[in-house]
């Protein structure tokens, strides 16, 4: 079945330094999605990348999908300690049927 | 409001007994899931379903089940067959896969724990 695949686990940074967290799958998706998940919480919905090659930006968050449909990454430039929380990829399968997550980085800032 | 609404938010159950989490959404959304997130783990997909009255079995179905007879409703089983189901649920809906707009929203979440 699919698989998604999700580095580094756990990543401390100081405020202020960026961070990256990279997601690849075992198949061709149809689309990534990406959500955070604040300590005790639920994943929250943050984007969607549908085209081969994407990029979008929210802010200080720049989202990126391979030209293979099969890897993604987040990137946070300047990070802050409201940025501390689990972020999950999570891939649609071509059929458009299931959505899997991949296993999540765990973001700890310093302050 | 809309929204998916999870209860309860912690259960508690004696080992042996089979107990029942519920998940309604009022998004008028086909598409229904069920995960487990262990501590400090990611979601494994248990359950889905697209449709009334169907479901498919995820990565970890093995000791629950799952019931679809409205399009609001999509309760989670876990029998006395789950061998370790101390574990937070999660249950979400979309709008129907295929469509452009895919985002999955969760709701609170069960903690239940098995004594």
């Known amino acids: 079945g699919q698989q998604v695949m999700q580095i580094p686990q756990y990543q401390h940074v100081q405020e202020g330094e960026d961070f990256t967290t990279y997601c690849n799958s075992s198949t061709t998706l149809s689309n990534i999605q990406w959500y955070k998940q604040r300590p005790g919480g639920h994943p929250v919905f943050l984007i969607q990348l549908v085209k081969s090659g994407e990029v979008k930006k929210q802010k200080r968050l720049t989202f990126q999908f391979g030209e293979a449909k099969k890897n993604s990454s987040l990137h946070i430039t300047a990070t802050q300690t409201t940025d501390v929380g689990t972020y999950f990829c999570?891939?649609?399968?071509?059929?458009?049927?299931?959505?899997?997550f991949g296993g999540g980085t765990r973001l700890m800032v310093k302050p | 409001d809309g929204g998916i609404t999870q209860s309860p938010k912690y259960l508690f159950r004696k080992e042996g007994q089979n107990v029942t989490l519920s998940c309604e959404q009022n998004?008028?959304?086909?598409?229904m899931y069920w995960y487990r997130q262990d501590p400090g783990q990611g979601l494994r997909l248990i359950y889905y379903?697209?449709?009334?009255?169907?479901?498919q079995k995820g990565d970890i179905a093995e000791g629950y089940s799952v019931s679809r007879e409205k399009k609001e409703s999509f309760p989670l089983t876990v029998t006395s067959a789950q061998k370790n189901p101390t574990a937070f649920y999660l249950c979400a809906s979309s709008i129907r896969p295929g469509y452009m707009n895919t985002e999955a929203f969760f709701g609170q979440g069960t903690r239940l724990t098995v004594v």
């Open positions: 998004l008028n959304h086909d598409a």
């Open positions: 379903s697209q449709i009334v009255n169907d479901f």
């Open positions: 999570a891939g649609l399968d071509n059929a458009g049927n299931m959505l899997t």
